[in-house]
């Protein structure tokens, strides 16, 4: 076939295709020349407009920074506002699926697996029963919630990569950028299960295991940072590197410290400013047990203040920028990172002194 050729695919109605955005749980809306030419459904319910009287309406009447101030730019950061109809201002994620398309997210309704997960917690910690009494055993429990969970969104990802990759056909653009959001979804959906599960597995006598090992530190920040990039790339953060500890090699587990490198960049992807920078540095210091390397995670945005410094790293708990809306998650990240660090003999602080967020992770070098 010639490669210019396509076999031809029945066209896809418009009103099937309106349908299709009204069943989405995100807003949808399309910009032309600063103004909303077509919003779905649930855009109609986020900004309290019916749906009409959205299309025609000047982009900036809606878009609004957290002050209040007027926005035309679609592409704004996370930070973001929708003046609804009666004023109020509801703080949404943007993503731009096409320079003219994009999709809402509303920050101020958690997921369902969230609230399931808080309500849990709440109820636990209530009573103080474990979340395994009665007639399942602790370990069977989260097995079956494990397997429930992990089926469903090794689905979804298989399927959405089957779909991104084209083995079935070729995708628009919107088509495209529908995917990626599903699959950004779903990967989300895993971290949270493999954080719920790995704070449960910290409970049984065994503990966390590190299996520690002599490893260059060096590479397990430049890992780090690969893995982080897309995330930070996402919403157009630079990321700046000054690697001067030396010697650079540690005993450690090299994955367990990947993983609490990897779960502060993309706290830094979720609450740095769009367009800003992220700054990773390593040095050597002398602790009270010895030679150390010390990391730092800085980024431009707001960071932790004074009043919460210590309690971001408890279980369940999740700082003034989570709770703002800002950013998702139930407050698990930060918690596992402590505990990784604790069993390496090292420790994790912020600097709530320091100008923008800063992260700072000590790892003794152990020789």
């Known amino acids: 076939m010639d490669p210019l050729e396509r076999p031809e695919t029945p066209a896809l109605r418009p009103v099937s295709l309106e349908r299709l955005l009204d069943a989405l749980e995100h807003g949808v809306f399309v910009v032309e020349k600063g103004f909303i030419s077509a919003a779905n459904a649930a855009m109609a319910r986020i900004s309290r407009h019916a749906k009409p009287d959205l299309v025609g309406r000047r982009l900036s009447e809606l878009l609004a920074d957290?002050?209040?101030?007027?926005?035309?730019?679609?592409?704004?950061?996370?930070?973001?506002?929708?003046?609804?109809?009666?004023?109020?201002?509801?703080?949404?994620?943007?993503?731009?699926?096409?320079?003219?398309?994009?999709?809402?997210?509303?920050?101020?309704?958690?997921?369902?697996?969230?609230?399931?997960?808080?309500?849990?917690?709440?109820?636990?910690?209530?009573?103080?029963?474990?979340?395994?009494?009665?007639?399942?055993?602790?370990?069977?429990?989260?097995?079956?919630?494990?397997?429930?969970?992990?089926?469903?969104?090794?689905?979804?990802?298989?399927?959405?990569?089957?779909?991104?990759?084209?083995?079935?056909?070729?995708?628009?653009?919107?088509?495209?950028?529908?995917?990626?959001?599903?699959?950004?979804?779903?990967?989300?959906?895993?971290?949270?299960?493999?954080?719920?599960?790995?704070?449960?597995?910290?409970?049984?006598?065994?503990?966390?295991?590190?299996?520690?090992?002599?490893?260059?530190?060096?590479?397990?920040?430049?890992?780090?940072?690969?893995?982080?990039?897309?995330?930070?790339?996402?919403?157009?953060?630079?990321?700046?590197?000054d690697l001067r500890a030396e010697p650079d090699s540690a005993c450690a587990d090299a994955a367990r410290l990947e993983q609490v490198l990897l779960n502060l960049l993309s706290n830094a992807a979720k609450f740095a400013p769009a367009e800003s920078l992220v700054r990773v540095e390593t040095r050597l210091v002398e602790c009270d047990s010895g030679a150390a390397i010390e990391v730092s995670v800085c980024d431009e945005g707001s960071g932790v203040g004074e009043e919460e410094a210590e309690e971001v790293f408890a279980p369940f708990v999740r700082g003034r920028a989570a709770s703002s809306g800002c950013g998702g998650g139930v407050g698990l990240g930060l918690a596992l990172c402590r505990r990784i660090l604790e069993a390496h003999g090292g420790s994790i602080e912020t600097l709530p002194g320091e100008p923008g967020g800063v992260f700072r992770v000590t790892i003794p070098l152990d020789r």
Do not use: K
């Open 66 to 241: 957290p002050d209040g101030r007027p926005l035309s730019d679609p592409r704004a950061p996370d930070a973001v506002r929708i003046r609804d109809a009666r004023g109020d201002l509801v703080p949404v994620s943007l993503r731009a699926v096409t320079d003219s398309l994009h999709v809402v997210i509303d920050r101020s309704r958690e997921s369902r697996l969230e609230r399931e997960v808080w309500r849990l917690t709440e109820q636990l910690q209530g009573s103080g029963r474990d979340p395994g009494a009665g007639d399942v055993p602790r370990d069977e429990y989260f097995g079956m919630i494990e397997h429930e969970i992990r089926t469903a969104t090794t689905v979804i990802r298989g399927y959405s990569r089957m779909l991104l990759d084209e083995r079935v056909g070729t995708l628009t653009e919107s088509q495209s950028g529908f995917l990626r959001e599903v699959r950004r979804a779903s990967e989300r959906i895993s971290s949270l299960l493999d954080n719920l599960l790995e704070m449960a597995s910290l409970e049984c006598p065994a503990g966390l295991r590190v299996s520690r090992r002599p490893v260059a530190l060096h590479g397990i920040v430049r890992a780090a940072v690969d893995g982080a990039r897309p995330l930070l790339e996402d919403r157009g953060i630079g990321i700046e590197l």
